[in-house]
């Protein structure tokens, strides 16, 4: 078991970056795939970045590659996605997730509770 707790949400401008943060509690959090998902209104939740356990392997949305960046210190049991360039269609509620499967039709078994990305035009 894994629990979650998002941060770093917020209102920002077009172009702007914001940095999202995950808490994860629970003793096996270096066993787990980690990862991203969003879900704007209206639509279903969508994939946006994943992180093997070690760190050495990402994989991203097309929509996202070259502006976001995953990561995670096994240390302090975080997990971050660093949103660079942001867009309006980037406004979503982000979740983070643990035990991410799937290998390109990716899913989680374990969720956070979400935060709030508005992005401005």
């Known amino acids: 078991q894994v629990q979650l707790v998002e941060s770093g949400g917020g209102l920002v401008q077009a172009g702007d970056s914001l940095r999202l943060s995950c808490a994860a509690s629970?003793?096996?959090?270096?066993?787990?795939?980690m990862g991203w998902f969003r879900q704007a209104p209206g639509k279903e939740r969508r994939f946006v970045a994943v992180?093997?356990?070690?760190?050495?392997?990402?994989d991203y949305a097309d929509s996202v590659k070259g502006r976001f960046t995953i990561s995670r210190d096994n240390v302090k049991n975080m997990v971050y996605l660093q949103m660079n360039s942001l867009k309006f269609e980037d406004t979503a509620v982000y979740y983070c997730?643990?035990?991410?499967?799937?290998?390109?039709?990716?899913?989680?078994?374990?969720w956070g509770q979400g935060t709030q990305v508005t992005v401005s035009s």
């Open positions: 629970g003793r096996t959090f270096n066993n787990y795939v």
């Open positions: 992180i093997s356990w070690s760190g050495g392997n990402t």
């Open positions: 997730a643990a035990d991410v499967l799937g290998g390109g039709n990716w899913y989680a078994n374990y």
